[in-house]
C-alpha cells in the first residue's frame, strides 16, 4: 500500500515537473516578445511621468476615437446583413451604441477618465492574478513574474479606492505602474533568453573529429 502510494506521488511530481518544464521552454523561446513588452512599458511609464495630463487626455480621444470607428463598422456589417436577408439589429444596437460612448468620451471626458479609471483597475487585477499563476508553474524567472503580478494587483486596488483621486494623480499611477511592470518583464526576459541559449548550447551536437 505504502508503495503504491509512493509511485502515485513521483508519477504526479513527475508529470507537473513536465508541464513546469513545457511552461518554462515556451516562455524562454519567446523572449524576446516579453522584453518588447517590457521597452513599451517603460516607454509608456517615461510619458506618463513626464506628462500627465495630455497621456491622460490622449487616452481618452484614442478611445473615443475607437468607438466611433466600431460603432461605424457594425452599422456597416448590419447594412450588409440587411441586404442579405440575415439578422441585424444587434448589430445595429452595438453599433449605436459605440457610437454613442465616442460621443461621451469626447464631449465629457470627465465621465469618461472615471470609467476609464475602472476598467484599468479592473484589467490591473487580471493582469495580476495571471501572472501570479503563472509564477507557480514555471521556476523560470518566478520571483520577477511574482513581482509584476504584485505590482498589477496593488495598482488595480488603489485604482479602485481612488478613482477621483485626479487625472493627474491617476497618470503618474498609471505611469509609475507601467515602469514596474516594464521593467520586470525585461529582466524575466534577459532571464529566459539566458536560459534559451543555455538550452540550445546543450542540445546542439557536437561535430564528431
Known sequence: ???????????????????????????ARNWWLIALRGVLGVIFGVIALLMPITTILALVLLFSAYMIVDGVFAIYAAIRAAQQGESWSILVLQGIASIA???????WPGITVLAFVLLIAAWSIVSGCLMLAAAFRTDSGRWWLVLGGAAALLF??????APLSGA????WW????ALVFGVALIILAF?????YIERSTVATPRPVT
Open 168 to 171: 493627474v494623480v491617476l497618470t
Open 1 to 27: 500500500m505504502t508503495t503504491t502510494t509512493e509511485n502515485g506521488r513521483f508519477r504526479r511530481s513527475a508529470v507537473s515537473a513536465v508541464l513546469l518544464d513545457k511552461l518554462g521552454a515556451a516562455l
Open 191 to 195: 532571464q529566459l533568453r539566458s536560459r
Open 101 to 107: 460612448a465616442g460621443a461621451i468620451a469626447f464631449f
Open 174 to 177: 498609471l505611469g509609475a505602474f
Open 156 to 161: 488595480g486596488i488603489l485604482m479602485i479606492l
